[in-house]
């Protein structure tokens, strides 16, 4: 293989042959292929795009630069759900010891925050003890037991995506749909997974702005992963305000331990309930959605979902206690209610306000490097068509001496829009995506 | 200036601004731009493409990489002229001397050979004893005494050049028009001169394989020049056939001091003097062509073009008797005629398979590493439209025990087709391309 061969081929507008793609792939894992003519291959793949097909050649090619987990013995159905990224995003926490509880299993690896987006893995840690970083060997023997295992990714998993990613932020090549498709998809596939649910999301406080760029997105990751033979259905749902009332790590602890326990927010519980009801019916649990409501319902009125949860913890060396008491998770020094200045109707709360407000509170990341301080954030959010009295609280600040309180309170105000006259709820689902010609 | 947003930029067809290129292009000089980002916004330019207010903006901060020669003390018009290179072209050696005698100044810095071009470099080191590689004190003390100087290309000449055709070269970007304008003219800028005359090649033995291509590079280039204040006219000409009767190294110089002498093949003696004619014009030196060719010819007639040819040999380190007697060039172990394999008459001579054929005879460079040897090549070859008699030589190889001698003769056997009927000959200058708006 000549590299520039293939680079002119991409730059010219040709197709790309599987060999090709994992030929590239495999030069560039091994270093053979230097990142210079990466980046060149990745600016014409930016700029004159991929077919599905070739997409589903570089996701192959991606996941098969490193490990794929073995999970055949583990005789259940196995399933994840991966979402985009949003403010106020902690379905997962719910999701997956829900899930688990109805006979599938879901192995799920995360990621960090990193901008304005918080990670799953950061709201998991704000729990004493939990280990996000279980051997393969811990991880699978957690998924057996407990149907359910929360980690982060390995250095095994899919490395060509891990260095290409690096490449990609500092060469302005990041928002390529192929190439986000074939960098979610191949890492989540290497979970070895049976069907897939991908939360994708647009508006304010999502990676993609508009819904017509979520939707492109979606149909791209359901059509490549169809074709590498996994079920798999997308959702399309709105990040403009956020999702739930909290929003920052142990927060979200809080609000997805109170929402196991029955007690969520309707936005959250009505997301949480849809995706994981998509993964049972993939996964042949269930008949329909109906069917598949009436049982994870069930599960969280038993207790049963919140006893998995607690499992899962402990079984990560987390503290189970500090889930029952939620006192002992980290807790910020101050909180500070912010009164609505006027009466009147939310009209908007924006994601993205909301999101770089938190950042400065201390609850994320500006590079990969950075800390993250697990007991700021916010609670008691308003959402769009409530309303709200003057002086009342639109929300609570959680707050450490090393926030940038004043700055984020400018932006928290910013970002909640109050009217006077009635303001309508907002739609949060807004479509869901089959694979061409599926009717499940 | 973060590199990112840069390539962003370009990326999304915007226009980039004269500080932007400038930071751009002194970040990668400097090597705080690493190659991989280079490599991106190089894929976008050639995709992308770049307005001719980008392309000035590249050139000058290309140019301004490294040093521009200060060539001021000399009180004579200073001009040159560039061929984008072809089969056979030693232009280069009979125009310099010539022009010079003309009171205008040549300071010319050539390139060597790559692939089947030949280059102005290889042919002067065929001379015994020439050096290319003077200090800028000796080639100014040159051109000061002389008005001609023909060197390499040293370090210091537009260094941000060098080393971003070496990464265009592997990331399959070579063949941009906006990027090999500013390659090419940032470096006969930085030369010190008021104008310049380009040669623009297209057809089976150049660059540039249609007519079209040409036309649009040349333009580019013009308009470019144009724009930093300098007087700037390009040759559109053919490069189906190579150009006069011989290709290689010495043999070339055999026919340039031949072509000084008043003895030069038709073809080579049209183009060259209608570009010499051209330098005149744009230095004002005569009022038009007709004046230009009488002065031209006079000096060849006088002997006074061959006369500073061996004066600038002589001061390069050359030995002058080695262009009087010219069996002191080096001389190939054996020549070939290759015989006509039937009556008729020349309908074409393929200038890429006698660029090739002359390459297996060991005349050109694969990779800028190879050695050249400088007595093979062809002579005493046959022009299309010329008529040819069985038996006789259509074209003499020139070679020595290295070469791929066979392989070499199916090349040329190949590339000279002989039909029955008669043929016109090929109109080799196609068209003159002056700035928009001008009348010279």
Same mark, same amino acid.
């Given at each position: 293989?000549?590299?520039?061969?293939?680079?002119?081929?991409?730059?010219?507008?040709?197709e790309l042959?599987?060999?090709?793609?994992?030929?590239?792939?495999?030069?560039y894992?091994?270093?053979?292929i230097?990142?210079?003519q990466?980046?060149?291959m990745?600016m014409?793949?930016?700029l004159?795009?991929?077919?599905?097909?070739?997409?589903?050649?570089?996701?192959?090619?991606?996941?098969?630069?490193?490990?794929?987990?073995?999970?055949s013995?583990?005789?259940v159905?196995?399933?994840?759900?991966?979402?985009?990224?949003?403010?106020?995003? $902690?379905?997962?926490?719910?999701?997956?010891?829900?899930?688990?509880?109805c006979?599938?299993?879901?192995?799920?690896?995360?990621?960090?925050g990193l901008?304005?987006?918080?990670g799953? +893995?950061?709201k998991?840690?704000?729990?004493p003890?939990?280990?996000?970083? *279980?051997s393969?060997?811990e991880?699978?023997?957690?998924?057996?037991e407990?149907?359910?295992?929360?980690?982060?990714?390995?250095?095994?998993?899919?490395?060509a995506?891990?260095r290409?990613?690096?490449?990609?932020?500092?060469?302005?090549?990041?928002?390529s749909?192929?190439?986000?498709?074939?960098?979610?998809?191949?890492k $989540?596939?290497?979970?070895?997974?049976?069907?897939?649910v991908?939360?994708?999301?647009w508006?304010?406080g999502?990676?993609?702005?508009?819904?017509?760029?979520?939707?492109?997105?979606?149909r791209?990751?359901v059509?490549?992963?169809?074709?590498?033979?996994k079920?798999?259905n997308?959702?399309?749902t709105?990040m403009n305000?956020?999702?739930?009332?909290?929003?920052g790590?142990?927060?979200?602890?809080?609000?997805?331990?109170?929402?196991l326990q029955?007690?969520?927010?309707?936005?959250l519980m009505q997301?949480?309930?849809?995706?994981?009801?998509?993964m049972l019916i993939l996964?042949?649990?269930?008949?329909?959605?109906?069917?598949?409501?009436?049982?994870?319902?069930?599960?969280?009125?038993?207790?049963?979902?919140f006893? $998995?949860? $607690?499992?899962?913890?402990?079984?990560?060396?987390?503290?189970?206690?500090?889930?029952?008491?939620?006192?002992r998770?980290?807790?910020?020094?101050?909180?500070?209610?912010?009164?609505?200045?006027?009466?009147?109707?939310?009209?908007?709360?924006d994601?993205?306000?909301?999101?770089?407000?938190?950042?400065l *509170?201390?609850?994320?990341?500006?590079?990969?490097?950075?800390?993250?301080?697990?007991a700021?954030g916010?609670?008691? *959010?308003?959402?769009?068509?409530?309303?709200?009295?003057?002086?009342?609280?639109?929300?609570?600040?959680?707050?450490?001496?090393?926030?940038? +309180?004043?700055?984020?309170?400018?932006?928290?105000e910013?970002?909640?829009?109050i009217?006077?006259?009635?303001?309508?709820?907002?739609?949060l689902?807004n479509?869901l995506?089959?694979?061409?010609?599926?009717?499940?």
């Amino acid at each position: 293989m000549v590299p520039q061969w293939l680079i002119e081929k991409k730059r010219d507008k040709r197709e790309l042959s599987e060999g090709e793609i994992r030929d590239f792939i495999n030069g560039y894992t091994t270093g053979e292929i230097p990142d210079y003519q990466m980046a060149a291959m990745t600016m014409a793949i930016y700029l004159n795009g991929m077919s599905f097909e070739e997409t589903s050649f570089l996701t192959d090619a991606m996941m098969h630069s490193g490990k794929v987990i073995d999970t055949s013995h583990i005789k259940v159905p196995k399933s994840d759900k991966h979402s985009t990224g949003g403010i106020g995003d $902690k379905v997962s926490l719910i999701l997956a010891p829900l899930v688990a509880c109805c006979g599938v299993a879901v192995p799920m690896i995360s990621g960090r925050g990193l901008g304005i987006t918080g990670g799953t +893995l950061d709201k998991l840690e704000s729990i004493p003890g939990y280990r996000v970083d *279980l051997s393969e060997a811990e991880f699978l023997a957690t998924l057996e037991e407990h149907h359910c295992s929360m980690i982060g990714q390995t250095h095994d998993i899919a490395p060509a995506d891990k260095r290409w990613y690096a490449l990609r932020d500092v060469t302005a090549t990041v928002p390529s749909i192929p190439l986000i498709t074939a960098s979610i998809m191949c890492k $989540k596939l290497a979970e070895g997974i049976d069907s897939l649910v991908l939360d994708v999301k647009w508006g304010k406080g999502a990676f993609m702005k508009t819904r017509e760029k979520a939707d492109h997105l979606a149909r791209n990751m359901v059509e490549v992963g169809t074709r590498m033979g996994k079920k798999v259905n997308a959702l399309i749902t709105d990040m403009n305000q956020p999702l739930g009332r909290s929003a920052g790590n142990a927060v979200e602890v809080v609000e997805a331990v109170e929402s196991l326990q029955g007690k969520g927010p309707d936005d959250l519980m009505q997301l949480t309930l849809y995706l994981s009801a998509r993964m049972l019916i993939l996964a042949d649990r269930v008949n329909d959605t109906e069917e598949a409501l009436e049982m994870l319902n069930g599960h969280i009125q038993s207790g049963e979902a919140f006893h $998995k949860f $607690k499992h899962m913890v402990a079984s990560h060396g987390g503290d189970p206690n500090a889930i029952v008491d939620l006192s002992r998770l980290p807790e910020a020094e101050s909180r500070h209610p912010l009164p609505a200045p006027t009466d009147g109707h939310v009209a908007e709360v924006d994601a993205d306000l909301i999101g770089r407000g938190i950042q400065l *509170l201390g609850a994320g990341r500006m590079k990969t490097e950075d800390t993250v301080d697990h007991a700021v954030g916010i609670s008691q *959010l308003v959402k769009v068509g409530e309303r709200v009295t003057k002086g009342n609280a639109v929300l609570t600040i959680h707050a450490n001496p090393a926030s940038k +309180l004043n700055e984020a309170q400018t932006l928290f105000e910013q970002a909640i829009v109050i009217v006077p006259e009635p303001v309508d709820p907002v739609p949060l689902i807004n479509e869901l995506i089959l694979p061409e010609g599926s009717s499940t």
